[in-house]
C-alpha cells in the first residue's frame, strides 16, 4: 500500500510559489549581462506569447523550455500576471547591479 500512495503524487512539480523562489535565487547569481538577457527574453515572451493559442512560435516554445516556464503557463489567466511578476523580479535585479 505503500508504494500506491508514492504513485498518486505527481513527480517532483513544483508549485509557482517554489517556481518564484527558486527563479529568485538563481537572479541573485547573474552578473547584469546575464539578468539583462534574461529580461529581454521574458519580455520577448510579453510580446509575442499568447497564452490562448495552442500554437506558438518555435522562439516562444524555446523561451518556455529553457527558463521551464511551460507548466506554470498553461492556464492563460494566470500567464500574464506571472510573466509580469518574473519582469519585475529580474528588473529589480537589474537595478541592484547597476549600483
Known amino acids: 500500500m505503500n508504494s500506491y500512495s508514492k504513485q498518486e503524487r505527481p513527480q517532483a512539480q513544483n508549485t509557482l510559489e517554489d517556481y518564484f523562489t527558486?527563479?529568485?535565487?538563481?537572479?541573485?547569481?547573474?552578473?547584469?549581462?546575464?539578468?539583462?538577457?534574461?529580461?529581454?527574453?521574458?519580455?520577448?515572451?510579453?510580446?509575442?506569447?499568447?497564452?490562448f493559442s495552442n500554437e506558438n512560435s518555435p522562439e516562444c516554445e524555446q523561451v518556455l523550455e529553457?527558463?521551464?516556464?511551460?507548466?506554470?503557463?498553461?492556464?492563460?489567466y494566470?500567464?500574464?500576471?506571472i510573466l509580469l511578476k518574473l519582469l519585475d523580479m529580474t528588473e529589480e535585479c537589474?537595478?541592484?547591479l547597476k549600483q
Do not use: R
Not at 66 to 76: D, E, R, V
Open 22 to 51: 527558486e527563479f529568485g535565487t538563481k537572479l541573485t547569481l547573474l552578473d547584469f549581462n546575464q539578468a539583462d538577457l534574461l529580461y529581454k527574453k521574458l519580455k520577448f515572451l510579453g510580446l509575442n506569447f499568447d497564452p
Open 66 to 76: 529553457a527558463l521551464g516556464l511551460s507548466i506554470h503557463l498553461q492556464n492563460p
Open 78 to 81: 494566470l500567464a500574464t500576471n
Open 94 to 96: 537589474i537595478n541592484k
